[in-house]
């Protein structure tokens, strides 16, 4: 089969891989509909995190090929979304909703989805077999909530937003567009994206952003406080993992208001005292897409969310290395790749 | 009047003070019953904290001499307890629960209440009258809602201890051991105290703990894991506010669990990464103690709880100093000074 590779930062190919085959009986080998690019695959293309010769990707929907001869809730034909994190949804920290940090996950970036075929792990755990067929018009949005609907349904599930609140996002990347529409869905009074992206900002308008500042850092901090009576926001979704972003996502948060961190925080060092005299719930991490899978088709298949319009940019998986040069250099939002 | 100062780390005075009186119409005046040194009064005792000449203490329960006009909830004799940050309990924030920090917070460590009088701003806001005039034998309980007892219970809250539940508490001075207190009476089922010093661990086990582990660090954390099917506790307290005991709070927590810290993170620098993969939920800083005095107070009078025990020294106002060199030498928990 054919599967994207990054030899080194910035050094992505597609090419010749093996293909993958059931190795436990708990496995499914899927044929994927569609694959793409995340924002977190930027970190080793970057080389702010080590990369040599990893086959990548871990976002992926697709078609049950063949499964081991334990897997019980998904069969060949069937089309299926998982998560970035295969889990077991049966431990006691799956059954908490937290599939992410599952006793028994297994990385999906360690499998590399980014490929014409891919081996699931823990199949009955972490796959979710959609209605039908999905019409090809849906494909973007079930491949959305893969990982970055899904990471900001967390994100906003994380900082509590909900009705009569106001939620901030800070990050106009997928993850925070998502946020957005995360935040409108679970029924937010007031979205303040911030974005200084002309292109981004009207994303974020598209799905349910009222307010976009395009301040940063203390300054950004201030734009907040001014729109909520000078205590900050109830809910703020931390969607970029920079210590300026996270530092402006805690003091954008009111005492007693909750922090959903979502960004891979690789150089942050938070000072013990911002995080005592902030006063807030955090929580954050890698987002247990899991939980909120079956939610999230149903809301697709129903019409009701259109996350598939985070993608500005498909190509074909062997053009995979213009897809992270656009992401790269932010020409693009988020790349979906056709196998 | 006579109270306690601080001229430089580890002099401490007792000496001749002003009279404090009546400033703003919300103030109170009340004559202390008694007062007592706190764990945060050795930070500037041992130079961590900048102090010169510093009027000391935050915790004060007495009675009321002398209102200001605009007060409405105390009057002159009145009985009452007050927490260590003053607060209009009016408040957007106020009214969310978090009173310490108010939108008009006043820290009662800049006015100094080891003393024989002491002014209460906010008064209607920050002061609760007890029932009548307490016993004698209640005195310390009182004494001890005030902050440490207070403290605990926003641990023992913030880490959602509760019944089913396993709840940790790292930390054995008397923030720790009003934690473990506060997750009995919350109905948590197994309480593990982290402690090696004998009399703690009595306390400890007096209080409510079910097991004492006497490791440290990652070996306190292995411990706790052996005692949780390897997933770590739903409800981790912090109450020492080390880089140490944070990061082993924060690795005893079961993902998806919480973690509630009180311990003042002076020196504290916590790692993004490892707050993000352990995916937990936090939420600490100085504790809002109003939102829990009435309940704190009614369970003190009808003698459900007895956290006066947290005191094993009472000294006079006079010998201020010997309790500091106490608690600095570990020789005491608590010390209750009498005006």
Chains 1, 2 share one sequence.
């Not at 039908?132 to 079930?142: E, K, M, N």
């Not at 981004?200 to 201030?222: C, K, M, P």
């Not at 987002?287 to 999230?296: E, G, I, W, Y």
């Not at 129903?302 to 020409?331: H, K, S």
């Amino acid at each position: 089969m054919r599967g994207v590779v990054m030899h080194a930062p910035g050094d992505v190919r597609t090419e010749d891989r093996p293909d993958p085959t059931i190795e436990e009986p708990t496995d499914a080998v899927i044929r994927l509909a569609a694959t793409c690019i995340c924002g977190s695959d930027l970190w080793p293309y970057r080389g702010v995190e080590k990369v040599q010769d990893s086959a990548m990707g871990h976002e992926y929907i697709g078609v049950v090929e063949e499964v081991g001869a334990e897997v019980r809730t998904v069969k060949p034909g069937d089309f299926v979304v998982g998560s970035f994190w295969a889990s077991d949804n049966t431990c006691v920290i799956c059954r908490a909703g937290f599939q992410s940090r599952c006793v028994n996950a297994i990385p999906m970036g360690a499998i590399g989805t980014q490929a014409q075929l891919a081996r699931i792990p823990l199949a009955d755990g972490t796959l979710v077999a959609t209605p039908g067929t999905p019409p090809s018009d849906l494909i973007p949005s079930l491949m959305a909530a893969s990982d970055v609907l899904g990471t900001g349904w967390f994100g906003a599930t994380a900082a509590q937003a909900g009705p009569g609140k106001t939620t901030v996002v800070v990050g106009d990347g997928a993850v925070g567009l998502m946020a957005v529409l995360a935040a409108r869905e679970l029924g937010a009074e007031r979205i303040i994206a911030m974005s200084r992206n002309p292109q981004r900002q009207e994303l974020a308008r598209y799905f349910g952003a009222t307010d976009i500042l395009s301040q940063r850092g203390d300054e950004g901090v201030a734009a907040v406080k001014e729109l909520t009576d000078g205590v900050g926001a109830h809910s703020v979704v931390e969607a970029v993992g920079t210590q300026e972003s996270m530092l402006q996502a805690i003091h954008s948060t009111r005492s007693g208001g909750h922090m959903g961190f979502v960004g891979v925080t690789y150089e942050v060092a938070l000072p013990g005292m911002e995080l005592f005299f902030a006063e807030i719930n955090m929580l954050g991490g890698p987002a247990p897409v899991r939980r909120f899978l079956p939610d999230l088709i149903q809301r697709i298949w129903d019409r009701e969310i259109d996350p598939g319009r985070v993608f500005d940019l498909t190509l074909p998986l062997e053009e995979a290395a213009e897809g992270y040069r656009a992401m790269d250099e932010r020409r693009a939002v988020k790349v979906l790749l056709t196998p």
